[in-house]
């Protein structure tokens, strides 16, 4: 059970640093929330999470084997653990400049279900996640079963519904208390953690590197 916590947790931080970040999805989510109020947020991750249980399903069901070599999971944790620091690098550059811009303007899809799909696929660097640490994340996870793979997919997901709702209601509520400031010392400390998942990855790596030598 520690190691399933662990997954959760893990997988609930790494993606709620990612969520954080502006990108098409965010974009979207201020746009239709100025529309449609608070449920747009919940609904363009329901479109979001619709494709990413496509996305596990087709790994695991394609690829398991595959999954189950050593050598994936040594180098799925590399490139896990250089994403990862590549990514709080780039959170810490971009502080001073971060701005949630709750006013900026944006295009507002009749289908915020629809619009959470096309969204994600618009954005580069969800490709880039799952195609590194999204992976990795499953070749670990999958260790433990189908409970291993429900923890990281709960943890996953529950950071993408927590941000957008919480976006969405800051929109809708004319973003009162959500300072800029509040914002990039969240993203601060998260871009901290992934330095340390970042560090927890390569250590997985080079322990299982070492038990194939």
């Known amino acids: 059970m520690t190691a399933l916590l662990t997954i959760f947790g893990s997988s609930f931080v790494i993606a709620f640093s990612g969520a954080m970040m502006p990108g098409p999805l965010l974009t979207a989510a201020i746009a239709n929330s100025t529309k449609r109020g608070f449920i747009a947020g919940p609904l363009l991750i329901a479109g979001h999470a619709v494709l990413e249980i496509v996305l596990i399903i087709i790994l695991l069901a ?3 084997p595959f999954f189950r070599m050593p050598a994936v999971f040594i180098a799925t944790s590399f490139a896990g653990a250089l ?16 701005t949630l811009a709750l006013n900026s303007g944006g295009k507002s899809l009749n289908n915020p279900v629809l619009a959470g799909i096309l969204m994600s696929l618009s954005n580069p660097y969800w490709i880039i996640w799952w195609a590194s640490i999204g992976t990795g994340y499953i070749v670990y996870s999958q260790k433990f079963g189908i409970p291993g793979i429900l923890f990281f997919f709960t ?59």
């Not at 994403?83 to 971060?98: A, Q, V």
């Not at 950071?159 to 993203?187: C, E, K, N």
């Open 62 to 64: 394609g690829l398991a």
């Open 83 to 98: 994403i990862l620091l590549w990514m709080s690098i780039g959170m810490f550059r971009k502080l001073p400049s971060l």
């Open 155 to 213: 943890g996953h997901i529950l950071a993408d519904f927590l941000w957008y709702s919480f976006i969405s209601a800051a929109v809708a509520g004319g973003r009162r208390f959500f300072t800029d400031r509040i914002y990039q010392v969240l993203i601060a400390v998260c871009a901290g953690f992934l330095v340390v998942f970042a560090g927890y990855f390569f250590y997985s790596g080079i322990q299982k590197l070492g038990e194939v030598l």
